[in-house]
């Protein structure tokens, strides 16, 4: 993508310098005397322009944390590429005007010989204002310049305008995210049973989860015949789909995007494993490639989470395979405390309370009960009677449930362990403990119910520690088609603000929201500091506050168009994408702008009145101003379509997975161009014209008072008034 970005935006000094040279040779100067005068006269507003661009990406390069490294290339490509592109713009591109470029005329006074007071006197002339672009376009400009206070107080009202019809759009919902709810290519339908469940009882829940994702009928799933192996084999049998690029498959499921399912059983877990995208226990779904579906993933995922959400047996979450930097599902909490007991029983509070907010679904926490033990309480004193010891007694245990290779056998070119232990069916029940004989050194044996007494306990779960402190961490998904993560925790939020917590207990919301609130005050500084770099390259540029700070209200009045992309395609505003789009804007706004008021002071030097300069220059620039818009836009709209070409298989493709990242971001940049362009061309210039009739009414206005303070001296002197000052 920054590539992609930098395609558009790095033939912007080209074109502004290439323009120039065009319009100096269309004016009648030869070919190499226009490529040195026009590419000299716009050298500085071009080099501002991209030390501006410069400036606004600059910062990006010191964010910190995950998303820094995931961001990083960004700020770096465009900064390599945009200085690499003003190289070539001011020293190769002229040179190539000068030998190859023609204008309409076909050359014919390219070369003729001219001194250079006539060379410099044609081709300071501003562009000849004919046809019907230019012709409209100076009609709009004068019309806007009799009336500069409504134009900007138009201009501020129709951002408001822009911003509220965002909002409506999208709704209270869904105003912002933190990254773009991209459509998963595989899912995982996870598995918490209870502690000590073992492998028959977890294969059993797992073949519901896998017939209802293939399309059993939830009456037949719970039906006498449940585990007959024909209903299992029959709910496989292969389905026909058609994929969006018309061809057929079988598929396992009655669901069209499914491609493959998978199931992964263990009978040993750990508390925190429910977290993972792949859990010990899970089936795994993976859907048919991006171009091959003919509805979105997200669909088929919140199908199979209805369809499995009543089966009983275990905690059933669902995950769908984790794209981009790791930043924790939507709502992180962390409930901190001593007590670990207490620490599940407010983990089990705080699910209540998230299984309360709409669109919050697979609610989950690491809190472990532990897992169901058998106690054997050896009495030490009668151990000793039998020459005893409880090493020898654990080590009968051990062999008669773990089992002991005594010896093995040789049968072909394969040993075989010879393993001595209890019968399995002995294993699975605590009454063979009580008719276990012990035996002793004497050569007799004794029954362990001699020698110690049995008993049922449970052993301590996980313990979590961050920072010290024990950690019961709760975690949720939400829908992000219908509410935004940053939204619902919020709800969140609110809710758990009633919570009784104990004293020396905790409650913190992390995971994405830390993230989320990281990159974002990171963004809000990045663009304050863009702001201030961009405002202080201008003042040292043009010597001068106003001009400068009629730059920067373009960049203010661009992200109007940055919400109209928004309200037209109801998109939120991405902490990370949109924040960045509108950086990125900063950058690229400026430099129309920069060129086009450093012209019409150029034109003002050469005598023009400031109205007549803000014409002449509006006009003059409209055509660089026009094609670096274009420029960039249209390197952007691959970005937003998804229509692109596949060099791997030679062939145009029509979606993108990695359009779904930078669509936000597109979007933002295009339509603030689009915007910015409108705000070049008119509202710039009027904002110029105003300030400088501001400017001349204000030096009128002291000029007039110091021609009364000084009055009675005139009739006393009889010095005229043009005097006053000197």
Same mark, same amino acid.
């Given at each position: 993508?920054?590539?992609?970005?930098?395609?558009?935006?790095?033939?912007?000094?080209?074109?502004?310098?290439?323009?120039?040279?065009?319009?100096?040779?269309?004016?009648?100067?030869?070919?190499?005397?226009?490529?040195?005068?026009?590419?000299?006269?716009?050298?500085?507003?071009?080099?501002?322009?991209?030390?501006?661009?410069?400036?606004?990406?600059?910062?990006?390069?010191?964010?910190?944390?995950?998303?820094?490294?995931?961001?990083?290339?960004?700020?770096?490509?465009?900064?390599?590429?945009?200085?690499?592109?003003?190289?070539?713009?001011?020293?190769?591109?002229?040179?190539?005007?000068?030998?190859?470029?023609?204008?309409?005329?076909?050359?014919?006074?390219?070369?003729?010989?001219?001194?250079?007071?006539?060379?410099?006197?044609?081709?300071?002339?501003?562009?000849?204002?004919?046809?019907?672009?230019?012709?409209?376009?100076?009609?709009?400009?004068?019309?806007?310049?009799?009336?500069?206070?409504?134009?900007?107080?138009?201009?501020?009202?129709?951002?408001?305008?822009?911003?509220?019809?965002?909002?409506?759009?999208?709704?209270?919902?869904?105003?912002?995210?933190?990254?773009?709810?991209?459509?998963?290519?595989?899912?995982?339908?996870?598995?918490?049973?209870?502690?000590?469940?073992?492998?028959?009882?977890?294969?059993?829940?797992?073949?519901?989860?896998?017939?209802?994702?293939?399309?059993?009928?939830?009456?037949?799933?719970?039906?006498?015949?449940?585990?007959?192996?024909?209903?299992?084999?029959?709910?496989?049998?292969?389905?026909?789909?058609?994929?969006?690029?018309?061809?057929?498959?079988?598929?396992?499921?009655?669901?069209?995007?499914?491609?493959?399912?998978?199931?992964?059983?263990?009978?040993?877990?750990?508390?925190?494993?429910?977290?993972?995208?792949?859990?010990?226990?899970?089936?795994?779904?993976?859907?048919?490639?991006?171009?091959?579906?003919?509805?979105?993933?997200?669909?088929?995922?919140?199908?199979?989470?209805?369809?499995?959400?009543?089966?009983?047996?275990?905690?059933?979450?669902?995950?769908?395979?984790?794209?981009?930097?790791?930043?924790?599902?939507?709502?992180?909490?962390?409930?901190?405390?001593?007590?670990?007991?207490?620490?599940?029983?407010?983990?089990?509070?705080?699910?209540?309370?998230?299984?309360?907010?709409?669109?919050?679904?697979?609610?989950?926490?690491?809190?472990?009960?532990?897992?169901?033990?058998?106690?054997?309480?050896?009495?030490?004193?009668?151990?000793?009677?039998?020459?005893?010891?409880?090493?020898?007694?654990?080590?009968?245990?051990?062999?008669?449930?773990?089992?002991?290779?005594?010896?093995?056998?040789?049968?072909?070119?394969?040993?075989?362990?010879?393993?001595?232990?209890?019968?399995?069916?002995?294993?699975?029940?605590?009454?063979?403990?009580?008719?276990?004989?012990?035996?002793?050194?004497?050569?007799?044996?004794?029954?362990?119910?001699?020698?110690?007494?049995?008993?049922?306990?449970?052993?301590?779960?996980?313990?979590?520690?961050?920072?010290?402190?024990? %950690? $019961?961490?709760?975690? &949720?998904? =939400?829908?992000?088609?219908? #509410?935004?993560?940053?939204?619902? *925790? +919020?709800?969140?939020? !609110?809710?758990?603000?009633?919570?009784?917590?104990?004293?020396?207990?905790?409650?913190?919301?992390?995971?994405?929201?830390?993230?989320?609130?990281?990159?974002?005050?990171?963004?809000?500084?990045?663009?304050?500091?863009?702001?201030?770099?961009?405002?202080?390259?201008?003042?040292?540029?043009?010597?001068?506050?106003?001009?400068?700070?009629?730059?920067?209200?373009?960049?203010?009045?661009?992200?109007?168009?940055?919400?109209?992309?928004?309200?037209?395609?109801?998109?939120?505003?991405?902490?990370?994408?949109?924040?960045?789009?509108?950086?990125?804007?900063?950058? %690229? $706004?400026?430099?129309? &702008?920069? =060129?086009?008021?450093?012209? #019409?002071?150029?034109?003002?030097? *050469? +005598?023009?009145?400031? !109205?007549?300069?803000?014409?002449?220059?509006?006009?003059?620039?409209?055509?660089?101003?026009?094609?670096?818009?274009?420029?960039?836009?249209?390197?952007?709209?691959?970005?937003?379509?998804?229509?692109?070409?596949?060099?791997?298989?030679?062939?145009?493709?029509?979606?993108?997975?990695?359009?779904?990242?930078?669509?936000?971001?597109?979007?933002?940049?295009?339509?603030?161009?689009?915007?910015?362009?409108?705000?070049?061309?008119?509202?710039?210039?009027?904002?110029?014209?105003?300030?400088?009739?501001?400017?001349?009414?204000?030096?009128?206005?002291?000029?007039?008072?110091?021609?009364?303070?000084?009055?009675?001296?005139?009739?006393?002197?009889?010095?005229?008034?043009?005097?006053?000052?000197?």
């Amino acid at each position: 993508f920054s590539l992609t970005l930098a395609l558009g935006m790095l033939v912007d000094n080209a074109i502004v310098i290439i323009e120039n040279i065009y319009r100096y040779m269309e004016q009648g100067v030869p070919r190499v005397e226009a490529a040195k005068l026009a590419t000299s006269e716009v050298a500085f507003p071009v080099i501002g322009s991209t030390i501006t661009t410069l400036a606004a990406f600059s910062p990006m390069l010191f964010w910190p944390g995950i998303m820094g490294e995931f961001m990083s290339y960004l700020p770096l490509t465009l900064i390599v590429t945009l200085s690499s592109s003003l190289f070539v713009a001011m020293v190769i591109n002229p040179a190539l005007a000068s030998h190859f470029m023609h204008t309409k005329d076909n050359g014919a006074n390219n070369n003729q010989v001219v001194d250079s007071a006539t060379i410099a006197k044609i081709g300071e002339k501003p562009i000849e204002i004919r046809g019907n672009l230019l012709t409209t376009y100076t009609a709009t400009l004068r019309f806007a310049l009799r009336r500069p206070v409504v134009i900007i107080s138009f201009s501020f009202l129709l951002l408001i305008l822009l911003f509220e019809a965002w909002m409506l759009a999208i709704g209270i919902e869904q105003p912002v995210e933190f990254f773009p709810d991209i459509q998963p290519r595989s899912m995982y339908v996870n598995v918490d049973v209870p502690e000590g469940a073992d492998l028959d009882y977890i294969d059993k829940i797992m073949k519901r989860i896998e017939k209802v994702i293939a399309g059993v009928d939830e009456k037949e799933l719970y039906s006498a015949d449940e585990n007959s192996q024909k209903m299992y084999q029959d709910a496989f049998k292969p389905k026909k789909h058609e994929m969006l690029t018309g061809e057929t498959f079988d598929g396992p499921s009655d669901l069209a995007n499914i491609k493959n399912i998978y199931v992964k059983a263990v009978t040993s877990t750990g508390g925190s494993s429910s977290f993972d995208a792949n859990a010990p226990n899970h089936v795994g779904v993976q859907f048919l490639e991006l171009e091959e579906r003919k509805s979105q993933s997200s669909e088929t995922l919140n199908e199979i989470r209805r369809r499995i959400e009543n089966i009983p047996g275990g905690r059933i979450t669902v995950a769908k395979q984790e794209e981009g930097p790791p930043t924790g599902p939507p709502i992180n909490i962390e409930i901190s405390g001593d007590n670990f007991q207490v620490l599940g029983k407010l983990a089990r509070q705080a699910r209540d309370v998230l299984s309360q907010i709409p669109h919050v679904n697979d609610i989950r926490d690491d809190f472990v009960e532990g897992t169901p033990s058998v106690k054997v309480n050896i009495d030490r004193q009668k151990a000793a009677l039998f020459d005893l010891t409880t090493d020898t007694i654990g080590f009968a245990l051990k062999t008669a449930y773990n089992g002991l290779d005594v010896s093995s056998y040789r049968e072909g070119d394969d040993d075989y362990d010879i393993t001595v232990q209890l019968p399995e069916d002995y294993r699975k029940i605590t009454d063979v403990l009580r008719e276990l004989m012990i035996s002793t050194p004497a050569g007799f044996k004794v029954p362990l119910s001699t020698l110690a007494t049995v008993e049922y306990s449970g052993s301590i779960g996980d313990i979590v520690r961050i920072n010290d402190e024990r %950690v $019961v961490t709760v975690r &949720a998904n =939400v829908d992000a088609k219908k #509410i935004t993560g940053p939204v619902a *925790r +919020g709800q969140a939020e !609110k809710f758990l603000e009633q919570f009784a917590l104990p004293d020396g207990y905790h409650i913190k919301f992390t995971g994405e929201n830390e993230e989320q609130e990281e990159s974002q005050t990171f963004l809000t500084k990045a663009f304050a500091i863009a702001c201030c770099l961009i405002f202080l390259i201008l003042v040292s540029q043009f010597n001068s506050i106003t001009q400068p700070f009629i730059i920067m209200t373009s960049v203010i009045l661009s992200l109007g168009g940055a919400f109209l992309g928004l309200a037209l395609f109801k998109q939120p505003f991405g902490i990370i994408m949109t924040g960045v789009g509108v950086i990125s804007l900063a950058g %690229v $706004v400026v430099n129309n &702008a920069i =060129v086009l008021i450093d012209y #019409i002071n150029k034109l003002r030097e *050469r +005598g023009f009145s400031v !109205k007549e300069a803000v014409i002449s220059a509006g006009a003059t620039r409209l055509r660089p101003v026009i094609l670096t818009a274009v420029t960039t836009t249209l390197g952007l709209i691959p970005m937003v379509t998804g229509v692109s070409f596949d060099f791997r298989n030679m062939v145009i493709s029509w979606v993108s997975e990695s359009s779904q990242w930078w669509y936000s971001m597109a979007l933002v940049v295009i339509f603030g161009l689009m915007v910015a362009t409108f705000l070049t061309l008119i509202v710039v210039p009027t904002l110029y014209y105003f300030f400088e009739r501001i400017s001349t009414v204000r030096k009128e206005f002291f000029l007039k008072i110091k021609e009364l303070y000084w009055r009675p001296y005139y009739h006393l002197t009889g010095e005229k008034p043009d005097g006053v000052g000197k």
